[in-house]
Protein backbone atom coordinates (compact mmCIF):
# COMPACT_ATOMS: atom_id res chain seq x y z
CA UNK A 1 0.00 0.00 0.00
CA UNK A 2 1.48 3.11 -0.78
CA UNK A 3 0.29 6.79 1.06
CA UNK A 4 0.47 10.39 0.00
CA UNK A 5 0.94 12.67 3.08
CA UNK A 6 -1.84 15.68 3.01
CA UNK A 7 -0.92 17.64 6.16
CA UNK A 8 1.43 17.88 9.44
CA UNK A 9 -1.20 18.20 11.71
CA UNK A 10 0.51 18.27 15.23
CA UNK A 11 4.66 19.64 15.68
CA UNK A 12 6.43 18.40 18.38
CA UNK A 13 5.60 21.37 20.67
CA UNK A 14 1.93 20.37 20.04
CA UNK A 15 2.36 16.92 20.91
CA UNK A 16 4.32 18.03 24.10
CA UNK A 17 1.35 20.23 24.83
CA UNK A 18 -1.38 17.78 24.48
CA UNK A 19 0.44 14.89 26.41
CA UNK A 20 0.83 17.31 29.43
CA UNK A 21 -2.78 18.19 29.18
CA UNK A 22 -3.43 14.64 29.19
CA UNK A 23 -1.02 14.28 32.66
CA UNK A 24 -3.08 17.04 34.68
CA UNK A 25 -6.92 15.84 33.38
CA UNK A 26 -5.45 12.40 35.03
CA UNK A 27 -4.50 13.87 37.93
CA UNK A 28 -7.54 16.24 38.13
CA UNK A 29 -9.95 13.47 37.69
CA UNK A 30 -8.12 10.77 40.20
CA UNK A 31 -7.26 13.86 42.78
CA UNK A 32 -3.86 12.81 42.38
CA UNK A 33 -1.89 10.05 41.57
CA UNK A 34 -2.39 7.85 44.24
CA UNK A 35 -2.67 3.84 42.68
CA UNK A 36 -2.51 4.96 39.17
CA UNK A 37 -1.05 2.10 37.09
CA UNK A 38 -0.24 3.94 33.45
CA UNK A 39 -0.07 1.38 30.80
CA UNK A 40 1.16 1.76 27.15
CA UNK A 41 -0.03 -0.39 24.12
CA UNK A 42 2.92 -1.69 22.23
CA UNK A 43 4.52 -0.16 19.99
CA UNK A 44 3.48 4.07 20.10
CA UNK A 45 1.29 3.76 23.56
CA UNK A 46 4.82 2.90 25.20
CA UNK A 47 6.81 5.83 24.90
CA UNK A 48 3.01 7.78 25.08
CA UNK A 49 2.79 6.20 28.53
CA UNK A 50 5.87 6.69 29.83
CA UNK A 51 6.39 10.03 29.00
CA UNK A 52 2.64 10.99 30.29
CA UNK A 53 3.73 9.25 33.72
CA UNK A 54 6.85 11.05 33.70
CA UNK A 55 4.78 14.60 34.05
CA UNK A 56 2.53 12.76 36.46
CA UNK A 57 5.18 11.81 38.70
CA UNK A 58 6.74 15.81 38.55
CA UNK A 59 4.10 17.45 39.37
CA UNK A 60 2.90 14.91 41.74
CA UNK A 61 6.23 14.33 43.57
CA UNK A 62 5.87 10.58 43.10
CA UNK A 63 6.77 7.94 41.28
CA UNK A 64 3.75 6.58 38.52
CA UNK A 65 4.30 3.17 37.58
CA UNK A 66 4.59 2.22 33.88
CA UNK A 67 3.93 -0.72 32.37
CA UNK A 68 3.55 -2.38 28.25
CA UNK A 69 1.30 -4.67 27.13
CA UNK A 70 1.43 -6.43 23.70
CA UNK A 71 -1.65 -7.58 22.40
CA UNK A 72 -0.88 -9.69 19.46
CA UNK A 73 -2.62 -12.50 20.90
CA UNK A 74 -5.83 -10.72 22.16
CA UNK A 75 -6.48 -8.99 18.57
CA UNK A 76 -9.79 -9.99 17.43
CA UNK A 77 -8.12 -10.23 13.61
CA UNK A 78 -5.24 -12.63 14.69
CA UNK A 79 -5.37 -15.16 11.80
CA UNK A 80 -6.15 -12.37 9.09
CA UNK A 81 -2.73 -10.36 9.99
CA UNK A 82 -0.03 -13.24 10.35
CA UNK A 83 0.42 -16.78 10.38
CA UNK A 84 3.65 -16.06 12.69
CA UNK A 85 2.99 -13.32 14.74
CA UNK A 86 5.37 -12.05 16.24
CA UNK A 87 4.32 -11.55 20.07
CA UNK A 88 6.32 -8.89 22.67
CA UNK A 89 6.34 -8.84 26.03
CA UNK A 90 3.57 -7.62 28.44
CA UNK A 91 5.31 -5.66 31.39
CA UNK A 92 3.21 -4.89 34.80
CA UNK A 93 5.19 -3.53 37.60
CA UNK A 94 2.82 -3.80 39.73
CA UNK A 95 -0.33 -5.98 40.23
CA UNK A 96 -3.30 -4.13 38.73
CA UNK A 97 -5.88 -5.36 41.28
CA UNK A 98 -7.92 -2.17 42.83
CA UNK A 99 -5.87 0.19 41.08
CA UNK A 100 -6.64 2.19 38.43
CA UNK A 101 -5.13 1.60 35.09
CA UNK A 102 -4.42 4.13 32.69
CA UNK A 103 -4.56 2.67 29.02
CA UNK A 104 -2.35 4.54 26.40
CA UNK A 105 -2.71 4.28 22.84
CA UNK A 106 -1.21 7.05 20.13
CA UNK A 107 -4.87 6.50 17.87
CA UNK A 108 -8.19 5.61 18.85
CA UNK A 109 -10.16 4.39 15.59
CA UNK A 110 -12.02 1.31 15.64
CA UNK A 111 -12.22 0.15 19.18
CA UNK A 112 -10.77 -2.98 18.79
CA UNK A 113 -7.06 -2.02 19.90
CA UNK A 114 -8.35 -0.78 23.17
CA UNK A 115 -10.96 -4.18 23.44
CA UNK A 116 -7.70 -6.68 23.11
CA UNK A 117 -6.51 -4.46 25.88
CA UNK A 118 -9.14 -4.45 28.13
CA UNK A 119 -9.18 -8.32 27.90
CA UNK A 120 -4.96 -8.66 28.23
CA UNK A 121 -5.30 -6.44 31.80
CA UNK A 122 -8.64 -8.35 33.17
CA UNK A 123 -6.42 -11.76 32.61
CA UNK A 124 -3.88 -9.84 34.68
CA UNK A 125 -6.34 -8.95 37.82
CA UNK A 126 -9.48 -6.47 38.62
CA UNK A 127 -8.70 -2.47 38.47
CA UNK A 128 -10.58 -0.67 40.12
CA UNK A 129 -10.73 1.16 37.07
CA UNK A 130 -9.60 1.46 33.37
CA UNK A 131 -9.17 4.82 31.86
CA UNK A 132 -8.33 5.29 28.47
CA UNK A 133 -5.94 8.22 27.29
CA UNK A 134 -5.14 8.62 23.11
CA UNK A 135 -3.35 11.22 21.54
CA UNK A 136 -5.56 11.19 18.39
CA UNK A 137 -8.78 10.24 18.13
CA UNK A 138 -10.17 9.70 14.47
CA UNK A 139 -13.69 8.71 14.46
CA UNK A 140 -14.86 5.72 12.94
CA UNK A 141 -15.82 3.30 16.27
CA UNK A 142 -17.04 -0.18 15.39
CA UNK A 143 -17.01 -0.76 19.05
CA UNK A 144 -18.96 1.41 22.29
CA UNK A 145 -15.28 2.96 23.44
CA UNK A 146 -14.56 6.00 24.03
CA UNK A 147 -11.35 7.92 25.55
CA UNK A 148 -11.42 9.53 28.83
CA UNK A 149 -8.55 12.07 27.98
CA UNK A 150 -7.83 13.33 24.03
CA UNK A 151 -5.28 15.05 23.02
CA UNK A 152 -7.01 15.87 19.33
CA UNK A 153 -9.90 14.57 17.51
CA UNK A 154 -9.62 14.68 13.90
CA UNK A 155 -12.05 13.58 11.77
CA UNK A 156 -10.75 11.67 9.00
CA UNK A 157 -11.97 9.42 6.07
CA UNK A 158 -11.68 5.75 5.80
CA UNK A 159 -9.12 6.42 2.83
CA UNK A 160 -6.95 8.22 5.15
CA UNK A 161 -4.57 7.20 7.73
CA UNK A 162 -3.16 8.95 10.90
CA UNK A 163 0.63 8.66 11.40
CA UNK A 164 1.69 9.37 14.94
CA UNK A 165 5.70 9.67 14.48
CA UNK A 166 7.44 9.48 18.15
CA UNK A 167 11.20 10.46 18.93
CA UNK A 168 11.81 6.94 20.54
CA UNK A 169 10.68 4.58 17.44
CA UNK A 170 10.86 7.42 14.42
CA UNK A 171 13.62 9.67 15.15
CA UNK A 172 11.24 12.82 15.67
CA UNK A 173 7.28 13.92 17.23
CA UNK A 174 5.19 14.59 14.78
CA UNK A 175 1.74 13.54 13.83
CA UNK A 176 0.57 13.48 9.84
CA UNK A 177 -2.45 12.78 7.78
CA UNK A 178 -1.68 10.50 4.79
CA UNK A 179 -4.41 9.24 2.00
CA UNK A 180 -4.21 5.63 0.71
CA UNK A 181 -3.01 5.67 -2.67
CA UNK A 182 -5.05 3.17 -5.01
Known amino acids: MTTREKATIMDSDDMARAIRRIAHEIIERNKGAKDIVVVGIRTRGAPLARRIAKIIGEIEGTEVPVGVLDITLYRDDLQLVATQPVVGKTELPTPITDRIV ?77 ERMA
Do not use: W
Not at 114 to 139: N, S, T
Not at 149 to 157: F, I
Open 102 to 178: VLVDDVLYTGRTVRAAMDEIIDFGRPRAIQLAVLIDRGHRELPIRADYVGKNVPTSAKEIISVNLAEVDGEDCVKVE
